[in-house]
């Protein structure tokens, strides 16, 4: 089965500085690739998400790459906010929700 | 519109005894799902659903199981709680391809 490893596991930013977290996966046949982020003892939640036929997509400070020859897709944040503190996971799905695994997880702090 | 609502949100359990979690989703959403959240392993899929009165497992269905007699609720049953399955459990609901909506979780604890 799939298999998706994420790094680091923690990260720590200055605010105002950028962010990357990177996440490899395993099947060559896995073409959706979300990120959630889950606050604090909350529910995770969609914040970004990128299919196979598409190499990068960006939203306001969010954005992700594809590559699809490496197996290696990667979440980036720019101009960090204490509000980006949180815990992030990437996934892969070569089907449907049903098929998705996830990441381990990075928790990403913003320092004031 | 509340959403996935999951019940109840906390639970101790001893070891042997059984209990069910109840996850409730009003968007009218085909797919339903259970997984759990243990630290460092991420999200793990136990069992999902595709529609009302089916069910199938994922990734980790050892010691639990789920029905879904009405479209909108999704139980998890665990017939003999043991340690092991302390952990975070979280419903979600989709449509087919469709991001997973969340609820917001039950902390089991199994002594």
């Known amino acids: 089965g799939e298999n998706v490893e994420q790094h680091p596991s923690t990260l720590s930013v200055q605010e105002g500085d950028s962010a990357v977290i990177k996440c490899t996966y395993s099947d060559s046949a896995s073409n959706y690739f979300p990120w959630y982020k889950q606050e604090l003892g909350k529910r995770p939640q969609l914040i970004i998400d990128?299919?196979?036929?598409?190499g990068e997509k960006k939203d306001q400070r969010i954005a992700v790459t594809l590559n699809k020859t490496a197996k290696h897709f990667s979440l980036h944040i720019t101009e960090t906010q204490p509000e980006d503190s949180a815990v992030y996971f990437c996934?892969?799905?070569?089907?449907?929700?049903?098929?998705?695994?996830f990441g381990t997880g990075t928790r990403l702090t913003i320092i004031p | 519109n509340a959403g996935v609502t999951q019940t109840p949100k906390f639970r101790v359990l001893k070891t042997g005894q059984s209990m069910t979690l109840l996850c409730a989703q009003d968007m009218n959403h085909e797919y339903m799902y259970w997984y759990r959240q243990d630290p460092g392993m991420g999200l793990r899929l136990i069992h999902y659903s595709v529609g009302e009165g089916t069910t199938a497992k994922g990734e980790v269905p050892d010691g639990y199981n789920v029905s879904r007699l009405k479209k909108q609720n999704f139980l998890l049953g665990l017939e003999s709680a043991a340690p092991s399955q302390t952990s975070v459990y979280f419903c979600?609901?989709?449509?087919?391809?469709?991001?997973?909506?969340f609820g917001n979780g039950t902390r089991l604890t199994v002594t």
């Open positions: 979600a609901s989709s449509l087919q391809g469709t991001p997973l909506h």
């Open positions: 996934a892969a799905s070569m089907g449907g929700n049903e098929k998705l695994t």
């Open positions: 990128i299919r196979s036929n598409v």
